[in-house]
T-cell receptor, first 114, second 115 residues
Framework: KAGVTQTPRYLIKTRGQQVTLSCSPISGHRSVSWYQQTPGQGLQFLFEYFSETQRNKGNFPGRFSGRQFSNSRSEMNVSTLELGDSALYLC?????????????FGPGTRLLVL | AQSVAQPEDQVNVAEGNPLTVKCTYSVSGNPYLFWYVQYPNRGLQFLLKYITGDNLVKGSYGFEAEFNKSQTSFHLKKPSALVSDSALYFCAVRALTSGTYKYIFGTGTRLKVLA
């Protein structure tokens, strides 16, 4: 079974631009979560989608948004980029997002904002 | 507040020696605990988890972890370290926060195994 895939793997943007990141979960997985990883803050939860609905949300500004499609693929959008948005963005999937389920992570998209 | 603490930023161990990476947690209700490993330029890989049952949990690559309810700890262990175990290790707890379940990750511990 193929793992979680994320595209693109690397991105360079400038302040003020917007960016869209894509995540394809493991086949059969319907829950997709997004995380931001930075050296200073560690892993921070952004949001979770299940069956095309945002089910959980972390403490990030409204510039960070996401969506999920009927095939469970998910996209994350960041508008009006700031230097502090430079990070590794990780996507993780699980079957239904139940509390005991393991999340499986993709390789991440490394975003650099100049 | 729910939290996970990994008190050591880095752990150094000689190859062949046992290793321990520490994790303590604070949650309300039953904890669901996980360990993940991250290699450079890679995502997180699942190692093991504690849901219920035996306090000693065995996972991938020879790792194990012991759940200690009284000490609210979930330390990761391996009897004999390999150089290839050198990586960043994250402890996580699944906890109910603001009415929903979220993963809360520790800040990570960098394990360096010396040849």
């Amino acid at each position: 079974k193929a793992g979680v895939t994320q595209t693109p793997r690397y991105l360079i943007k400038t302040r003020g631009q917007q960016v869209t990141l894509s995540c394809s979960p493991i086949s059969g997985h319907r829950s997709v979560s997004w995380y931001q990883q930075t050296p200073g803050q560690g892993l921070q939860f952004l949001f979770e989608y299940f069956s095309e609905t945002q089910r959980n949300k972390g403490n990030f500004p409204g510039r960070f948004s996401g969506r999920q499609f009927s095939n469970s693929r998910s996209e994350m959008n960041v508008s009006t980029l700031e230097l502090g948005d430079s990070a590794l963005y990780l996507c993780a999937s699980s079957q239904t997002g139940e509390i005991w389920e393991t999340q499986y992570f993709g390789p991440g998209t490394r975003l650099l904002v100049l | 507040a729910q939290s996970v603490a990994q008190p050591e930023d880095q752990v150094n161990v000689a190859e062949g020696n046992p290793l321990t990476v520490k994790c303590t947690y604070s949650v309300s209700g039953n904890p669901y605990l996980f360990w993940y490993v991250q290699y450079p330029n890679r995502g997180l890989q699942f190692l093991l988890k504690y849901i219920t049952g035996d306090n000693l949990v065995k996972g991938s690559y020879g790792f194990e972890a012991e759940f200690n309810k009284s000490q609210t700890s979930f330390h990761l262990k391996k009897p004999s370290a390999l150089v290839s175990d050198s990586a960043l290790y994250f402890c996580a707890v699944r906890a109910l926060t603001s009415g929903t379940y979220k993963y809360i990750f520790g800040t990570g511990t960098r394990l360096k195994v010396l040849a």
